[in-house]
T-cell receptor
Framework: DTGVSQDPRHKITKRGQNVTFRCDPI?????LYWYRQTLGQGPEFLTYFQNEAQLEKSRLLSDRFSAERPKGSFSTLEIQRTEQGDSAMYLC????????????FGQGTRLTVV | AQKITQTQPGMFVQEKEAVTLDCTYD???????LFWYKQPSSGEMIFLIY??????QNATEGRYSLNFQKARKSANLVISASQLGDSAMYFCAMREGGGQGGSEKLVFGKGMKLTVNP
C-alpha cells in the first residue's frame, strides 16, 4: 500500500496519560500535515512540515502537543497530559511541494480520552 | 470570519441523478486554491477536484465538476449520475497564497452529508 498510513487507528486513554501517534506519508512527498477533526466539523489544521522542518503551527496546538518529523520521513504527534477535550480524529496528510498540489490523507487515528 | 461556508447540512438524491453541493468562501488573497474532499464512514479524506483562482475554465474530473463563480466567491461541486457509493460527507476547502510563501494549510468547511437513494 503506497498511501498515507497512520497508527494506531484507534486509541483509548485515561485522562492525564500521554499518547503518541505515528504517520507514514507517501514516500516521495516532502510535505506532511496534521489535522484534528471533531464530530460534525471539518478538519482543523494543527501543523505542517516540509521535510524535517516544522514550518507552521496552529494556535490550536497547545504546549501539550508536540510533533516531530525526524529525517523528513515519518512523523509523530504526541499529546501530553491528555484531556477529554482532546478526543477527536487526528488526520495526517502528505503532499508534494509546489503550487496547488492536493494533499492525500490517511485514515486517521481516533482518540478517546476517558 | 468563517472562510469556508457549507450551509447544507444534508442532501438526498436519487441514484443516477445529478446533485450540486454548495460552497462559498471568503478571502482577500488573489491567489488561492479550492478543493473538494469526500469522507466516507471509514474516515479517510479522499481528494476529488481542485480549482485554482486563476484557472479560466471550471475543473472537471470524471463525474465531478466544479462550478466556479469567482465574483460570487462560490465553488459548488456537481456530481453527475450519482452512485450509491457517493454517499458520504463532502468537504470544501481552501488554500490561500498560491503555495508561494503563503500558508500551506487547508481551511475546511463543516461539510455536508450526501445520501444517495436507490
Amino acid at each position: 500500500d503506497t498511501g498515507v498510513s497512520q497508527d494506531p487507528r484507534h486509541k483509548i486513554t485515561k485522562r492525564g496519560q500521554n499518547v503518541t501517534f505515528r504517520c507514514d506519508p507517501i514516500s516521495e512527498h516532502n510535505r506532511l500535515y496534521w489535522y484534528r477533526q471533531t464530530l460534525g466539523q471539518g478538519p482543523e489544521f494543527l501543523t505542517y512540515f516540509q521535510n524535517e522542518a516544522q514550518l507552521e503551527k496552529s494556535r490550536l496546538l497547545s504546549d501539550r502537543f508536540s510533533a516531530e518529523r525526524p529525517k523528513g520521513s515519518f512523523s509523530t504527534l504526541e499529546i501530553q497530559r491528555t484531556e477529554q477535550g482532546d478526543s477527536a480524529m487526528y488526520l495526517c496528510a502528505s503532499s508534494l511541494t509546489g503550487g496547488h498540489t492536493e494533499a492525500f490523507f490517511g485514515q486517521g487515528t481516533r482518540l478517546t480520552v476517558v | 470570519a468563517q472562510k469556508i461556508t457549507q450551509t447544507q447540512p444534508g442532501m438526498f438524491v436519487q441514484e443516477k441523478e445529478a446533485v450540486t453541493l454548495d460552497c462559498t468562501y471568503d478571502t482577500s488573497d488573489p491567489s488561492y486554491g479550492l478543493f473538494w474532499y469526500k469522507q466516507p464512514s471509514s474516515g479517510e479524506m479522499i481528494f476529488l477536484i481542485y480549482q485554482g483562482s486563476y484557472d479560466q475554465q471550471n475543473a472537471t474530473e470524471g463525474r465531478y465538476s466544479l462550478n466556479f463563480q469567482k465574483a460570487r466567491k462560490s465553488a459548488n461541486l456537481v456530481i453527475s449520475a450519482s452512485q450509491l457509493g457517493d454517499s458520504a460527507m463532502y468537504f470544501c476547502a481552501m488554500r490561500e497564497g498560491g503555495g508561494q510563501g503563503g500558508s500551506e494549510k487547508l481551511v475546511f468547511g463543516k461539510g455536508m452529508k450526501l445520501t444517495v437513494n436507490p
